[in-house]
């Protein structure tokens, strides 16, 4: 019975490929089976099947309705049916982090008459997770998520040029100034404090020895937590530049530039950076140069 199974899945793919304009080995995946492997620390979800490694930037993985949910979108997927029939799994061992998974596959038929093909995958899990594709041990026959629970980093924030503050997560609010210095504000400084924001406008500069590391970043940003970051300011992420440092200069650790009264976002901003964050407030002698929010220069320790 298991031989004819194997045979009938290798003459779905034969078919697959014959007819080349729904699926082919070098733009797609298809998905035989999984198996989840669990530990204390990193967990793994190992899908088997057939995978195209230059599509795997396109994988999207987002935070779902709650802290245990997460949403992975696979574009041109398709599930093998007859080695991976079930669609709801809550079989999981009492000691793995999961205890839901759904697959659902779409395939639609686009204006152009092209056919896409898509499958989300959706898992609960029994404590808040992060989930990230290892691209690393990933090949073009398995596709490996590692399950680990979410770092919390230590963020150096630098509120004024000679004085360093460590900002906690329980205090997320501008820095306090003496009257004094409130009466002296820059007037741009005083201009973004009466500021509605319903959009943050973002630059990100390379200031990395990776040639791509600015592009990196934003990709993150945008296709990763983009949805996570814009719930927790209560409003819109626009990067609205990305380019190079032109003195060339290579940073340690990435720096976030904000205005004093934007230290909250340049905060989440920071939580989800891999590596630990440098922020700092902009110096009165950049204020009326820095037309954004929010500047990032990308360090040598985003990887």
């Known amino acids: 019975m ?19 304009s729904v699926f082919s080995a070098t733009s797609g995946h298809m998905l035989d089976r999984f198996e989840l492997i669990p530990d204390k620390k990193r967990s793994l979800l190992i899908f088997k099947g057939y995978f195209d490694p230059g599509q795997f930037p396109h994988i999207q993985i987002y935070p779902g309705n709650s802290k245990t949910e997460t949403t992975v979108l696979l574009p041109r997927t398709f599930i093998n049916n007859i080695l991976l029939p079930e669609r709801e799994v809550t079989s999981f061992a009492e000691e ?41 041990k990933s090949d ?5 998520f590692a399950l680990q629970k979410p770092k ?8 004024t040029e000679d004085k360093i503050v460590t900002a906690a997560e329980t205090d997320l609010g501008p820095p306090k100034v003496n009257p004094r210095k409130a009466m002296l504000l820059h007037p741009v400084t005083a201009l973004m404090s009466y500021r509605h924001f319903d959009q943050l406008n973002v630059v ?10 600015a592009q990196r970043l934003a990709a993150l940003l945008t296709s990763q937590q983009k949805r996570r970051i814009e719930k927790r300011m209560g409003m819109k992420l626009k990067i609205v530049n ?9 940073l340690p650790k ?41 500047e990032i220069y990308v360090g040598k320790n985003f990887e």
Request: glycine fraction near 4%.
């Open 242 to 250: 990305i380019s190079s440092v032109r003195e060339q200069i290579i």
């Open 152 to 159: 919390k980093k230590q963020i150096s924030t630098f509120l």
């Open 204 to 213: 990100i500069l390379n200031a990395s020895p990776q040639v791509d590391g």
């Open 96 to 136: 793995a982090i999961l205890e839901k998974m759904l697959l659902e596959e779409k395939i639609t038929k686009n204006d152009n008459g092209d056919i896409d093909f898509m499958v989300t995958l959706s898992l609960t899990s029994v404590e808040e997770i992060s989930l990230v594709l290892d691209t690393e």
């Open 2 to 20: 298991k031989q004819f199974l194997h045979l009938a899945a290798l003459s779905l793919l034969i078919i697959f490929l014959a007819t080349g």
């Open 140 to 144: 073009s026959r398995h596709l490996i």
């Open 254 to 294: 990435t720096k976030i530039y904000f205005h004093a009264n934007l230290l909250r976002a340049a905060l989440i901003l920071a939580e989800v950076l891999p590596g630990e964050q440098v922020l700092e407030a902009v110096p009165d002698s950049r204020i009326s140069k820095l037309a954004t929010d929010v």
